[in-house]
């Protein structure tokens, strides 16, 4: 349908679907109103108006092109209505699409430009839709942004054909498999929720409310520290039963942030690589010896 006659369809529709939401009835009924006024152009004048902008990038021509194809982004936003989003929010997005589409119009395949521009405008609506709908990123491979789209409209079509619209039926409608169909319906038909949301209408207890703090409590903090502390003694008890040169290869090897390699401790003492080796397997003894008797007394 051509956008003369069916912009007063629209904006019948426009009225009753802003009757109930106030909220948009005032700024978006002024944005029709103020559109409206634009008048439309002929096929031979947005030919030439292409041309101009094309060949001259003049602004004027690239104004009028988009001012006079403003209702038919509204018609395309009307399509997406039912999400949940401000219409206004909506056509807006469109609207950047059509700037895209007049930018890269090439009038010279003889097409109208609502031909070309409606895939930009559904393209830039349809990723606004995808980012607010959720605040993990959705829509990213085909199969989601297909299913996202037509998931409703194709159950709706087999439920009215007397069909059923079951996993199995709808995911060979889509062209998906039935797992990967069951996992995006998942996502799509479960929203994000806020924890500041209340849990009732009649209190003022939130989700957030109910969350179970899993920190740990001062007792098992009291107690992680006493036994931090303890296991540093023990561990200097154990370094002091070392000659220095022993003490030296287990704080340079195991105690630093970066640890040496035996081939550089044996290069820092003048030592081969094996006597290093040797000498840490020593001091490795003497300190689980002197640890053992600690636990054993501990006992």
Same mark, same amino acid.
């Given at each position: 349908m051509?956008?003369?006659?069916?912009w007063?369809?629209?904006?019948?529709l426009?009225t009753? @679907?802003?009757m109930?939401?106030?909220?948009q009835a005032?700024?978006?009924?002024?944005y029709?109103?103020r $559109?409206?006024?634009?008048?439309?152009?002929?096929?031979?004048?947005?030919?030439? !108006?292409?041309?101009?902008?094309?060949?001259?990038?003049?602004?004027?021509?690239q104004r009028?092109l @988009? +001012?006079?194809? !403003?209702?038919?982004? %509204?018609? $395309?936003?009307f399509?997406?209505?039912?999400?949940?989003?401000?219409?206004?929010?909506?056509?807006?997005?469109?609207?950047?699409?059509?700037l895209v589409?007049?930018?890269?119009?090439?009038?010279?395949?003889?097409?109208?430009?609502?031909?070309y521009? %409606?895939?930009w405008?559904?393209?830039y609506?349809?990723?606004?839709?995808r980012?607010?709908?959720?605040?993990?990123?959705?829509?990213?491979?085909?199969?989601e +942004?297909?299913?996202?789209?037509?998931?409703?409209?194709e159950? +709706?079509?087999?439920e009215?054909?007397?069909g059923?619209?079951d996993?199995e039926?709808?995911?060979?409608?889509?062209?998906?498999?039935?797992?990967?169909?069951?996992?995006?319906?998942?996502? $799509?038909t479960?929203?994000?929720?806020?924890?500041?949301d209340?849990?009732?209408a009649?209190?003022?207890?939130?989700?957030?409310?109910?969350?179970?703090?899993e920190?740990?409590g001062?007792?098992?903090?009291?107690?992680?520290l006493?036994?931090?502390?303890?296991?540093?003694?023990?561990?200097?008890?154990?370094?002091?039963?070392?000659?220095?040169?022993?003490?030296?290869?287990?704080?340079?090897?195991?105690?630093?942030?970066?640890?040496?390699t035996?081939?550089?401790?044996?290069?820092?003492?003048?030592?081969?690589?094996?006597?290093?080796?040797?000498?840490e397997?020593?001091?490795?003894?003497?300190?689980?010896?002197? !640890?053992?008797?600690?636990?054993?007394?501990?006992?």
């Amino acid at each position: 349908m051509h956008i003369a006659t069916s912009w007063h369809r629209l904006r019948t529709l426009g009225t009753r @679907v802003l009757m109930m939401d106030d909220r948009q009835a005032g700024p978006l009924m002024a944005y029709l109103r103020r $559109i409206d006024r634009f008048s439309l152009l002929t096929p031979d004048q947005e030919r030439e !108006l292409g041309e101009k902008w094309q060949a001259t990038r003049d602004t004027e021509a690239q104004r009028r092109l @988009v +001012q006079a194809n !403003l209702r038919f982004v %509204v018609k $395309i936003a009307f399509e997406y209505r039912t999400y949940g989003l401000r219409l206004l929010d909506l056509i807006q997005e469109g609207n950047l699409g059509l700037l895209v589409a007049v930018d890269r119009f090439d009038p010279g395949r003889q097409n109208r430009l609502t031909t070309y521009a %409606v895939w930009w405008i559904r393209a830039y609506i349809q990723e606004y839709i995808r980012r607010q709908w959720s605040l993990v990123r959705f829509g990213t491979t085909r199969a989601e +942004q297909r299913c996202f789209y037509r998931l409703r409209r194709e159950r +709706q079509r087999l439920e009215r054909d007397g069909g059923r619209a079951d996993p199995e039926t709808l995911a060979a409608a889509l062209g998906v498999p039935v797992d990967e169909l069951r996992t995006i319906e998942l996502r $799509i038909t479960r929203r994000d929720q806020s924890l500041d949301d209340p849990l009732h209408a009649d209190t003022d207890e939130t989700r957030a409310d109910r969350l179970a703090d899993e920190r740990p409590g001062p007792e098992h903090e009291a107690i992680a520290l006493e036994l931090m502390d303890l296991s540093r003694r023990r561990l200097r008890l154990a370094l002091n039963e070392l000659d220095p040169r022993e003490r030296a290869i287990i704080e340079r090897r195991y105690l630093r942030n970066k640890g040496m390699t035996l081939k550089e401790l044996g290069r820092a003492f003048g030592i081969s690589r094996e006597r290093v080796r040797q000498l840490e397997a020593r001091a490795k003894a003497k300190m689980r010896a002197v !640890l053992e008797d600690v636990w054993e007394g501990a006992g």
